[in-house]
């Protein structure tokens, strides 16, 4: 089959494909006489392996690898257990930096008049020096409005 083919058979773009290639992801797949590139079913299969570790985050540095460990038959499971069991890793410490940001954003937006006046947390919280010590933008808030 054709790039075209290939590309919607596996989900994956002509452009990406091409790219795949270029970067050795992929090994250069035959030509016709015209230049054509020409993909098997087992390319296909490559491609379609590749988009579903995209889908599941994996790196291209990881997903080659994954392609290597593919292809092994002598590879042992545990190898892809490991691998697998470290980006699992990963992103559980993404999710964690992820709803910290989540959190601090909330705080910020729950304490926001969200009206017509100047005063905004969010946008103080955004300026806060980070150098400084922490003080929340509703203990300012609550101080100035003490001293009023």
Wanted: with cysteine; glycine share 6%.
């Amino acid at each position: 089959m054709n790039i075209g083919e290939a590309a919607t058979a596996s989900g994956i773009s002509p452009k990406m494909i091409r790219y795949y290639e270029s970067i050795g992801l992929i090994r250069p797949v035959q030509r016709t006489a015209a230049g054509y590139r020409v993909y098997d079913y087992h390319e296909v299969q490559t491609l379609g392996f590749i988009k579903r570790s995209r889908e599941l985050g994996f790196s291209l540095e990881r997903i080659r690898t994954l392609l290597g460990l593919w292809e092994d038959t002598a590879r042992q499971s545990a190898d892809v257990k490991k691998l697998a069991r470290k980006h699992i890793d990963e992103l559980d410490e993404d999710i964690r930096k992820l709803q910290s940001i989540r959190d601090q954003l909330q705080h910020l937006v729950e304490h926001c008049h969200g009206d017509n006046r100047p005063d905004c947390p969010i946008i103080d919280g955004l300026a806060a020096d980070k150098k400084t010590p922490d003080v929340h933008v509703c203990d300012r808030q609550a101080v100035g409005s003490a001293e009023q």
